[in-house]
């Protein structure tokens, strides 16, 4: 649809609040959340009070010298972003909406149940519990999970059924933390099915937390960990006073699956939990896409390259730069965990199932092998599903 300076523009009704650094604009329709500039909330408070878009590029040039003003291509971008409505009387046609609300949302649960579990006192709780599950840890080394951990039984197929049902069992109770966290504000989300490198995870629409303040935001991205640390907690306790119970290995894969979940939420070159807190709590909202252009640059070794993102990143430079530095070490920690625990378990399994196929054990061993190795490809089919799913719904 053609926009020119002489264009009547009406724009869809807009929410809009102040947020750390810029605007949070909300189009309540669409349930659609967009960060916006001083000067991109100016234009759209004009465009509703129905200024033509030649006063506006005026008054906007002489209330912001220093900003570069074109009126018709923000109106365009507008339009890319479904908020006009009509333009010289026509209604633009808008995309139906994929609103959480609409498709559920978790709505049966009440407002009051999630303020059971997230509020000033169980906030603080929570906190505690992290320090405490660290002490436990510092103070028994003996607690901190290994890589054989994993490995009950002798049946390798016995072993990666009962670590994928305890996994998949403290993933959900993970984003069930979010759900509630949210339900807790009275507001809707949604639980999808997605991938992080070669691990299937499940995730909570947060797109709603938009609507809070950015310190109410940082609760609910920090629930799933909250309830993982209540957890932890219970599972090293009860190590430390029934050593010799019959569930210390079931507590153990706990503890191990849990550890490793917590180093991977410090992998900032991944947009994890702690990840969102850290841009809610800066206000940097594009901290990774910005991180990566500035490390290409360094790479690079292009002075040029770093005095043009001097100017476009404006005052985020230093925050970057440091950004930038967490990145790298959540690489590190990756390639930490995958020296420590990945590598070794892949060892053990692969050279247990190879020696079994050979005949070296009994014939269930072989076929217990056997068994495995479908479930293996099975699961890698599964990745790939997921993956192509969503490539071609962001694409």
């Not at 074109?70 to 909406?97: C, H, P, R």
């Not at 949302?105 to 599950?133: E, Q, T």
């Not at 069992?169 to 807790?184: D, N, T, W």
């Not at 640059?297 to 990143?313: L, P, Q």
Request: overall charge negative.
């Amino acid at each position: 649809m053609k926009v020119s300076l002489q264009s009547e523009i009406t724009l869809y009704p807009l929410s809009i609040r102040k947020d750390k650094k810029h605007y949070i604009v909300e189009e309540p329709i669409s349930e659609d959340f967009f960060e916006l500039p001083e000067i991109g909330v100016d234009a759209i408070k004009r465009l509703e009070q129905g200024e033509e878009l030649v006063s506006i590029e005026h008054a906007l040039k002489n209330s912001y010298p220093d900003e570069e003003v074109d009126i018709v291509d923000f109106v365009e971008q507008l339009l890319e972003l479904g908020l006009v409505q009509e333009v010289d009387g026509v209604l633009v046609k808008k995309e139906q909406s994929k609103s959480t609300s609409r498709s559920g949302g978790f709505l049966w649960i009440p407002h009051s149940v999630g303020r059971i579990f997230f509020n000033g006192v169980m906030n603080k709780i929570y906190l505690l519990l992290l320090v405490a599950n660290i002490v436990m840890l510092i103070l028994n080394p003996n607690l901190f999970p290994h890589y054989k951990d994993i490995f009950l039984f002798d049946s390798m197929m016995l072993n990666i059924i009962s670590y994928l049902f305890i996994s998949l069992l403290l993933i959900l109770i993970h984003e069930f933390g979010h759900i509630l966290a949210i339900r807790s504000h009275d507001l809707p989300a949604k639980l999808s099915i997605g991938n992080r490198l070669i691990f299937i995870v499940f995730e909570t629409d947060l797109t709603q937390a938009w609507k809070l303040d950015p310190k109410k935001r940082n609760i609910l991205y920090l629930a799933g960990l909250s309830f993982e640390q209540v957890i932890l907690f219970l599972s090293l306790g009860a190590m430390l006073l029934f050593p010799d119970a019959g569930i210390i290995g079931i507590l153990g894969i706990i503890v191990l699956d849990i550890f490793i979940k917590f180093i991977y939420q410090c992998c900032f070159y991944m947009k994890t939990d702690v990840y969102y807190v850290v841009e809610n709590i800066t206000g940097c909202y594009n901290l990774m896409e910005n991180g990566k252009i500035y490390l290409n640059s360094r790479f690079k070794k292009r002075r040029k390259d770093e005095e043009i993102n001097k100017e476009m990143f404006h005052g985020e430079w230093n925050l970057i730069r440091l950004y930038s530095v967490f990145y790298i070490v959540g690489v590190v920690l990756t390639l930490i965990l995958a020296v420590l625990y990945f590598v070794p378990q892949l060892y053990y399994t692969y050279t247990t199932i190879y020696l079994n196929l050979l005949g070296t054990g009994d014939r269930a061993a072989f076929w217990d092998a056997i068994s495995f190795l479908i479930m293996t490809m099975l699961m890698l089919v599964l990745l790939m599903y997921v993956a192509n799913k969503q490539r071609h719904e962001n694409s």
